[in-house]
């Protein structure tokens, strides 16, 4: 996920389908020139940036609560918490002028900082705010008086724009958290703002990660359009449509006819390569709701909204989460999801229903965030992965490595295995998912719950309506909410009601419940001045999705269920500095080639007393929600040593059947989470 590194193994771009790639450069040429003559017309018909459906709160009005706190305390106390204390790319005392690659805004400490401000902030944390602090001071004192942030300063090193996206991203919520930077911190990006736009002019400061994702600086423009125009209206939206129309044109990336609907490795992009990674497409997810906000065509939006239905259906996972190891990577369940791209497409996810409002956006999401996230870590998130499989029968270095493009370290859980890039990148994940877990509506007189789970939330509506609202539940790992809402005028509040959920009721106030009303995925409900108690109670049935090779997958609720298979463990390597920091390889210590008999599967809650959850939660043996399957063993090959084959279809059972138990998926470390199937009589 990192420039140089992984340019180093990139195929050369190549448009072999000569065809193709002439008629899309042609349509971009012709949109290019149609949004150029177009651009007159609306400079006076439409002015400024079109509205987002909903608006996101500022950083720290949203805390996470219950299990969810606990969850963030654990990323504080594990390898995310722990980074600049030992770890080489983020630990170096000269932040900016370092050598390194990594050293600072080239990537790492860029990264880094955005994850680490929220996290920071969520769980009052003092040691890491001081050490965010620290990096912003580093950060603005050393700007260049050319505008240029960074350490491509009194060097040959060529600028390129895109090593600053994420520290942006943490500035702007900096800012959120803590107003009285806001002079700094928008001066300081202003400078950077006029500088650019005279590096776009002049066709300077792109290469080709760049270009695939300038959507990151279009919505660091947009943030100051939004919330400090100070009269430079214009080249902000001149800076952004630069940016689109020098990058990677997603709009025809995520077009039908062009989406590749298998793993991409014998295909021919014909696009820049670089679009098809994983990543990239991750991040680009928000390139068309943000070009909506300038265009105001409505087609932006449909694009995006398609582009993120085609990747799920070609390359999608039961965890929530797509295939891209490195590259596109279809639907086998061997095929490798990088961690960034997971935490990636979580903050795209959000960014999108906030632009579109499609609730279908927020469902994934939180479907994500409670399992390919939690499963790519170990429990105590000191180690993680590059890949997670949805069939991981082994975590290790493997011979033969199933992932065409990434190394045979990829699925071992540790410091940095494969790339370091997600050791500084996944830290994002779980924060800022807290901090998009409810919005406002566009007018500000209504506060949204966009995430289920455990959350208190404090701010300021409309008219100046503070409210606050404390969610109290163990969801994913309950049906049942109960959410408390003061407030000091009435007004509308809404909660999200997931498409899974059946025979929903909402009891207010004490009242008898009553079936939920949702409209686009919302539940409205009436907050009158002073209290207001709601209890949500949200069942679901479990759910079978077809797989390839007639295999199956378990679904309840928000959750994905796998057989999760006993493992050993052996440590691979020990950080110097920080014993903590572990590489651990694990393999099966038991059979797992199974079928199950999908009429058989029984769900099992066994919450416990006091309503408290393990610490931490996402590991072997430790949800209170299970569900049973009839299950019999079945030839099932192992390709390599190391990771099973595609699933057999209709395999005859090789022995007697047994009850199996499932677990949530984001407790598994090895696990089948696609499985034949069989009939038990
Ligand atoms: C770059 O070099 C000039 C001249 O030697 C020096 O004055 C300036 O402080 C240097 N800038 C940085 C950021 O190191
Ligand atoms: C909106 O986008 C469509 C599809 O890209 C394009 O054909 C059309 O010209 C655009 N309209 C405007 C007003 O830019
Ligand atoms: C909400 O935030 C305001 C302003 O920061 C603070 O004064 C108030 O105590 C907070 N209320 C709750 C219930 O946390
Ligand atoms: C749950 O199952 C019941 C009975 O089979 C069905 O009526 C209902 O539509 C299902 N709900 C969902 C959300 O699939
Ligand atoms: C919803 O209600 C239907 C009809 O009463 C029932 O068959 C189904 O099991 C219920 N679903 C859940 C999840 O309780
Ligand atoms: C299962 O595999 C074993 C060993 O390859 C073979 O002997 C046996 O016939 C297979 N059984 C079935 C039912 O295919």
Not at 146 to 168: C, D, H, M, Q
Not at 360 to 382: H, Q, S
Request: contains cysteine; charged residues 15%; aromatic residues 12%.
């Amino acid at each position: 996920m990192h420039q140089h590194l992984e340019s180093t193994v990139l195929k050369a771009s190549s448009c072999s389908d000569l065809q193709k790639c002439i008629c899309a450069m042609l349509n971009r040429a012709v949109f290019a020139l149609v949004s150029l003559s177009f651009a007159f017309v609306r400079a006076q018909n439409v002015t400024g940036l079109a509205p987002k459906k909903f608006l996101s709160l500022p950083l720290g009005s949203i805390k996470p609560a219950g299990w969810l706190h606990d969850q963030l305390l654990v990323q504080t106390n594990g390898l995310a918490g722990h980074e600049r204390d030992f770890y080489d790319y983020v630990a170096q005392s000269d932040w900016i002028g370092g050598d390194s690659y990594y050293s600072s805004l080239e990537e790492a400490g860029s990264y880094w900082f955005n994850g680490m401000v929220p996290n920071g902030v969520l769980v009052d944390d003092p040691t890491i705010q001081a050490q965010t602090q620290q990096f912003l001071d580093y950060v603005l004192d050393h700007q260049d008086s050319t505008g240029w942030l960074g350490p491509e300063v009194n060097t040959t090193k060529p600028r390129y724009l895109w090593g600053r996206y994420p520290f942006f991203f943490g500035a702007i919520q900096m800012v959120e958290a803590n107003p009285s930077l806001t002079d700094r911190v928008v001066s300081a990006l202003y400078k950077f703002v006029a500088l650019a736009n005279t590096m776009l002019h002049d066709g300077e400061g792109l290469e080709d990660w760049t270009k695939t994702r300038w959507e990151d600086f279009v919505i660091t423009l947009q943030w100051l359009y939004d919330f400090h125009p100070n009269g430079q209206e214009d080249i902000l939206i001149d800076t952004m449509k630069m940016l689109k129309w020098t990058g990677d044109p997603w709009e025809d990336v995520f077009k039908q006819e062009y989406f590749p609907q298998e793993a991409v490795e014998n295909l021919q992009n014909p696009f820049p390569v670089l679009t098809w990674h994983g990543v990239n497409m991750a991040e680009g997810l928000k390139a068309l709701p943000a070009t909506y906000r300038f265009t105001h065509n409505q087609s932006d939006l449909d694009a995006a909204s398609l582009g993120w239905d085609l990747l799920f259906e070609y390359h999608g996972r039961p965890s929530g989460i797509y295939a891209a190891d490195e590259y596109l990577a279809g639907l086998e369940a061997a095929r490798g999801t990088e961690l960034c791209l997971v935490v990636e497409t979580m903050f795209s996810g959000s960014y999108l229903y906030q632009v579109i409002g499609d609730p279908k956006f927020a469902d994934r999401v939180e479907r994500i965030t409670y399992n390919a996230l939690p499963a790519t870590l170990t429990g105590n998130m000191w180690s993680r992965q590059y890949l997670q499989q949805q069939n991981q029968i082994a975590a290790k270095n493997m011979t033969p490595d199933p992932f065409p493009t990434d190394g045979p370290y990829s699925n071992v859980f540790g410091l940095e295995p494969n790339y370091p890039c997600c050791t500084v990148n996944h830290p994002q994940g779980w924060p800022k998912f807290v901090s998009n877990a409810f919005v406002t509506t566009a007018d500000q007189k209504s506060l949204v719950q966009v995430y289920l789970g455990p959350f208190s939330t404090n701010t300021t509506l409309a008219s100046g309506n503070k409210v606050t609202v404390n969610v109290d539940t163990l969801y994913p790992f309950s049906d049942t909410l109960t959410a408390t809402i003061t407030a000091q005028k009435a007004f509308t509040h809404f909660v999200r009601i997931p498409s899974w959920v059946s025979n929903a009721t909402i009891s207010i106030n004490g009242g008898s419940p009553r079936a939920v009303s949702p409209s686009n995925g919302l539940q409205a409900v009436s907050a009158k001045a002073g209290t207001t108690k709601f209890v949500l109670n949200l069942p679901s049935n479990i759910t079978i999705e077809s797989r390839p090779q007639g295999s199956v997958a378990v679904h309840r609720g928000p959750l994905h269920y796998a057989f999760d298979i006993s493992r050993s463990q052996k440590v691979l390597a020990q950080n110097a500095e920080e014993t903590q920091a572990v590489d651990l390889e694990f393999d099966a210590t038991e059979a797992w080639q199974y079928a199950i008999d999908p009429s058989t599967l029984k769900f099992n809650s066994a919450v416990p007393t006091g309503d408290k959850l393990p610490s931490p939660i996402f590991d072997s043996g430790l949800p209170p929600f299970t569900i049973t399957a009839t299950a019999c063993p079945v030839n099932w090959t192992i390709a390599g040593d190391t990771f099973a084959a595609a699933p057999p279809t209709s395999p005859a059972c090789v022995g007697p059947t047994t009850d199996i138990t499932l677990w949530p998926f984001g407790a598994t470390k090895l696990r089948i989470g696609e499985f034949p199937t069989f009939e038990s009589t």
